[in-house]
């Protein structure tokens, strides 16, 4: 074993590839590593490739290697990525619409709608009938106060022969869900498969296993898709 001084202790390391990696890439912060043996041979740690016997910093934006939804950061030996306004980041690489609305009413003094990106605020009028017959009274369409034949039908449902009738957002293609969808009256909901969960109700990201008491595993745990 190798013994590494430190102020006012000291450390001992294996004389092994990982150790010497991680003392010199993590501990110490050098671009390369290289084994102790007769015949030394030297590495790049990870984010870095060699150029003319030179180890130089990876640009993973440019390269198109990191993972980022939207704005990707270089910094040496890494990444990291960002999010346009209206936007958060969820799992360091996706970028997840902002619900306003949730957030003392997304500054609104009347009804406050969310959307990609964004909100829209309207006034305490038709949208309010709206909300009152179709969400709180469970009816299919709204009528005007000042027209009862003029009605509309309610979001998630579609006039048939002056009746409002479901809409399957699963088979028309309206529904967003990432994998599986299912109809319901009115409205919509998403799943997904085994290994991944859902994220804000629509998209499905892996479940990264290892995170969680090393994936059950005895030795090193790779996480893979699902």
């Known amino acids: 074993r190798v013994c590494m001084n430190t102020k006012g202790s000291h450390y001992c390391f294996d004389l092994n590839i990982t150790s010497i990696e991680s003392l010199e890439c993590d501990t ?18 990870s984010g870095f490739v060699k150029e003319n016997s ?34 958060q980041l969820v799992n360091e690489t996706t970028c997840l619409d902002v ?10 003094d009347g009804l406050c709608i969310n959307a990609i990106g964004s909100h829209d605020c309207f006034p305490l009028n038709i949208t309010t009938i709206l909300s009152l ?16 034949s003029s009605c509309s039908c309610c979001h998630g449902y579609t006039m048939n022969d002056s009746t409002c009738v479901d809409i399957n957002e699963c088979q028309e293609s309206i529904a967003k869900c990432d994998t599986n969808c299912h109809n319901t009256e ?41």
């Open 133 to 148: 017959e179709c969400d709180a009274f469970g009816i299919h369409k709204y009528c005007s106060l000042e027209d009862k």
């Open 54 to 87: 030179v180890c130089v910093d990876i640009d993973e934006c440019k390269a198109s290697i990191s993972n980022c939804d939207t704005n990707c950061h270089n910094t040496v030996g890494s990444y990291h990525c960002s999010c346009k306004p209206g936007y």
């Open 186 to 226: 009115g409205s919509y909901h998403c799943s997904c498969n085994h290994g991944y969960q859902l994220v804000n109700q629509t998209m499905c990201l892996d479940i990264d296993e290892c995170l969680s008491e090393n994936g059950g595993c005895n030795n090193l745990c790779m996480n893979t898709k699902g």
């Open 28 to 45: 110490f912060g050098q671009n390369e590593y290289c084994t102790i043996e007769e015949n030394p041979s030297c590495s790049c740690c």
């Open 99 to 108: 619900d306003e609305c949730l957030v003392e009413n997304g500054g609104c």
